[in-house]
């Protein structure tokens, strides 16, 4: 505070000139808020991005011939028998099934059993893997060959297993790899996956390598054994991504081959401007989301473990056309290996932070970071500006009030943190019902604000705006330089309740006698701060985000109320709650701290603020005129008897 204030006292020395600076300051925010929003219009242009290109020579993507195919396809097609006999086989007896295979082919193999609990919510899985020691390496480096047996979709990864298995097999008969192959066979593209490479790097395995320097994740459901396209999934939890190199090895393999590549689930090409915001769009809410609910591609797993990783998963077709079979497949992750085998070191040379508008063009840090920190930005000058608002002179006036909206800006934070542990302590089968009691109070709120606060002045008001928009906006440039998509996302989220949201003023004092067009723009301040206070509430959005993105309702059918009719139905049911608890389990087994504890810790006491804000009464001028004298400002005192009796005589 103190530094705020020196600081306005040397640039604003003049009233006049300081009055008319800070007057500025609302538009300068709005203004930085649509400039970051424009400048996303701005990335999809030609001249705004790069196509993509291998940093690292040593590389050497698609130069290497490739032999997997001929009789290696039967190996292939015996495999996905063996594959499909076990899907029924309890999980014990299908670890020690595959275990077995992988001994066979020469791998040291394991088991790993996994468990996680939380009250009667339990977790449990068997992941199998093998470690193929390299015949020209050290054992201090390895590459990883992951083919989950059930992939994100949960559905039977049978074409992915059987491959890998193969693709093992057929890695045994070569003596070209520097580093270790470790074949791993997961439960899940979720917790067992993510238990495994936690427990790899934490705990003493009976089978170990070296550090693991890159890896591929097979996706590869169905009978068919052909698909129509592929699909790189690259999205890491909290923001982390894969090496750029990885991502274009891939890609550049798959030209090679003729194969057609996707990402972010756009097939489009990538000269027209449409084709490529569409990809960013839908690449940046990819990231924002990653591991919020339900498991992912595979590859987010070894995101926030220095291990590059990418998915391949093979889309089938929608009219029946497929022109590539396993086999190319197949050939695919092999040269991707051989590649990945030919470094020198860890993956360094290129892009760890970047946005792909497709599979041939991207977008770096310094050129689509400004859209974020211009919007995070927009928050600091807004509450710079209700605070220079707030104090003219540091008066012992001005400085109580500015440490009671500290203390009551300090009680929001702790009461989410509380909220916070409680909802981290509940069971999950508790967590529906508390949220069921949490959506019914929260719209009680304003009305409690209003019954139990009394009136403030303005200037306290503003005080406690400041404090809140400041610190959410060095929250959002932070974190913008940590997971850009996410930042990007609360901040257009927050910006209605720090551009749209105004004291609710009264009509008393000098209000009386203002014109009837400064009351409809009052009233119309005050319906639009209500409207960005609904339409921002986290519990209301969450809901939304749930029947839209895991239910696939419809938008308009979202804001009716049968919506909420379905609500009231499914805290009854398991859908709801076992979305709550895929959101609770995401940061309590997969580490994804970049969501719930943001609501909580940052949205949460935002909009209880806002709460406050709108709810509460400011004290006019009137108001506090008469609780310091009793008396109208302006308006001269009657005439006492004693200066009666001076006139008279």
Not at 116 to 138: E, F, I, Q
Request: aromatic share 12%; proline share 4%; hydrophobic share 45%.
């Amino acid at each position: 505070m103190a530094i705020l204030e020196t600081l306005r006292r040397r640039l604003f020395g003049k009233r006049g000139t300081r009055e008319s600076l800070v007057s500025l300051l609302p538009g300068l925010s709005i203004v930085l808020t649509l400039a970051g929003l424009a400048w996303l219009f701005v990335l999809p242009m030609q001249d705004q991005s790069r196509r993509t290109y291998i940093s690292e020579n040593a590389l050497l993507p698609g130069q290497a011939h490739t032999y997997f195919h001929g009789s290696e396809e039967n190996i292939v097609r015996a495999f996905k028998e063996e594959v499909r006999l076990l899907k029924d086989a309890p999980n014990l007896e299908r670890a020690r099934t595959m275990q077995q295979w992988l001994s066979d082919i020469g791998y040291k193999s394991a088991t790993h059993n996994w468990s996680m609990s939380h009250y009667d919510d339990v977790k449990t899985g068997v992941n199998v893997y093998g470690v193929l020691h390299a015949p020209r390496g050290d054992t201090t480096e390895s590459m990883i060959l992951c083919a989950p047996w059930l992939n994100r979709n949960g559905v039977l990864n049978e074409s992915g297993m059987a491959i890998a298995i193969a693709l093992a097999r057929y890695f045994s008969r070569w003596s070209i790899w520097s580093k270790d192959i470790i074949l791993l066979i997961p439960s899940d593209t979720g917790f067992g996956l993510s238990k495994w490479v936690e427990d790899y790097h934490y705990t003493s395995m009976p089978v170990s390598s070296g550090s693991i320097e890159g890896g591929i994740v097979l996706d590869f459901p169905g009978e068919s054994g052909t698909f129509e396209k592929l699909e790189i999934f690259y999205s890491g939890v909290n923001g982390h991504l894969p090496n750029l190199d990885l991502v274009n090895t891939v890609g550049v393999i798959c030209g090679h081959m003729g194969i057609n590549v996707i990402v972010h689930n756009v097939d489009a090409g990538d000269e027209d401007y449409k084709s490529r915001a569409v990809t960013l769009v839908s690449g940046i809410a990819q990231q924002a989301l990653s591991g919020l609910y339900g498991p992912g591609a595979g590859s987010e797993a070894f995101s926030g473990w220095r291990i590059d990783a990418v998915t391949l998963a093979a889309k089938p077709s929608s009219n029946g056309y497929e022109p590539y079979d396993q086999m190319m497949y197949g050939r695919l992750i092999e040269a991707s290996m051989r590649s990945i085998n030919n470094l020198l070191e860890h993956f360094h040379q290129s892009f760890f932070f970047y946005l792909l508008l497709s599979p041939r063009r991207f977008v770096s840090i310094g050129t689509y970071l400004p859209s974020a920190m211009l919007i995070g930005a927009s928050f600091t000058i807004k509450g710079i500006y209700h605070w220079m608002t707030s104090s003219s002179t540091m008066t012992d006036k001005t400085i109580d009030e500015a440490i009671r909206a500290f203390w009551l800006f300090m009680a929001t934070v702790l009461f989410s943190v509380g909220l916070l542990s409680l909802s981290a302590w509940l069971p999950s089968s508790m967590l529906a019902s508390g949220a069921f009691v949490v959506m019914a109070v929260t719209p009680t709120l304003p009305i409690i604000f209003r019954l139990f606060i009394s009136a403030k002045p303005l200037s306290y008001i503003h005080k406690l705006q400041s404090y809140i928009l400041i610190s959410v906006g060095l929250f959002l440039t932070t974190l913008s330089t940590l997971n850009f998509s996410l930042s990007l996302m609360f901040g257009l989220i927050f910006a209605p309740l720090a551009h749209c949201l105004s004291p609710n003023l009264p009509r008393n004092g000098n209000h009386r006698s203002a014109a009837l067009i400064g009351q409809l723009l009052r009233s119309l301040t005050n319906i639009m701060s209500c409207i960005a206070v609904v339409a921002t509430c986290p519990w209301l959005d969450i809901y939304l985000y749930y029947l839209i993105a895991v239910k696939g309702t419809e938008f308009p059918h979202t804001l009716s109320i049968v919506a909420v009719q379905d609500f009231i139905t499914n805290t009854s049911q398991d859908e709801f709650s076992e979305f709550l608890s895929g959101m609770m389990w995401s940061w309590r087994g997969l580490g994804v701290w970049s969501f719930v504890p943001v609501i909580f810790l940052v949205w949460l006491p935002l909009w209880l603020v806002s709460c406050v804000v709108v709810s509460v009464r400011p004290l006019s001028e009137f108001d506090q005129s008469a609780t310091g004298d009793g008396q109208k400002p302006g308006v001269e005192s009657s005439s006492s008897p004693t200066t009666d009796h001076k006139l008279s005589s």
